[in-house]
C-alpha cells in the first residue's frame, strides 16, 4: 500500500527547508528555490499554506499559478484575489507581502523572465490549456 499524500510530502519539504535555511536539499525539488506562502481562504478564511517555485523582479518574488500542470488556477489565486495580504517564507525570513496578478502585458514579461530563470516552466502552458497567471508577491515594510 502506498503512504504518500500531498500533506506528507509537503510536510516533509517543509521540514527539509527549515533545516537547510529554505534550500530544498532532497527529493524531486532538490535544488529549486521554493517559498511558502500562507493565504486565508477565499471561502473558509482559514490559513491555507502552498509551496511556490520563484522567481525575482526587482525586490519582489514572482510565482507562477500552474498547479502543478492541471488545467484549472490553484486554490491560492482565488485566495489572493480575494485576500491580496499574505505571509511569506524564505530562507530564514518569514514576512508580509501584499500579492497581485499580474496584467497581460506585464504578465508576458513576468512569465517569459520566470521561465528563462526555470527552463522547466516552459511546457506547462501546452500541458494545462490556459494562460498561467503570474503573481507578484511585493514584501510590505
Do not use: C
Request: net charge neutral; glycine share 8%.
Amino acid at each position: 500500500m502506498d503512504d504518500w499524500s500531498e500533506s506528507s510530502f509537503e510536510d516533509a519539504l517543509v521540514a527539509d527547508m527549515h533545516a537547510h535555511d529554505g534550500a530544498v536539499t532532497t527529493g524531486p525539488l532538490k535544488g529549486h528555490p521554493i517559498l511558502i506562502m500562507t493565504s486565508k481562504g477565499a471561502r473558509s478564511g482559514q490559513s491555507r499554506r502552498a509551496l511556490l517555485t520563484w522567481s525575482r523582479d526587482g525586490d519582489d518574488y514572482v510565482v507562477a499559478g500552474t498547479a502543478g500542470g492541471s488545467r484549472k488556477d490553484p486554490a491560492w489565486i482565488h485566495n489572493i484575489l480575494r485576500e491580496p495580504n499574505v505571509m511569506i517564507e524564505t530562507g530564514n525570513r518569514t514576512f508580509p507581502a501584499r500579492a497581485s496578478v499580474a496584467e497581460p502585458a506585464e504578465r508576458t514579461r513576468l512569465w517569459d523572465q520566470h521561465v528563462a530563470a526555470l527552463p522547466h516552466f516552459a511546457a506547462y502552458p501546452e500541458q494545462t490549456g490556459r494562460q498561467i497567471p503570474m503573481v507578484r508577491l511585493r514584501p510590505v515594510a
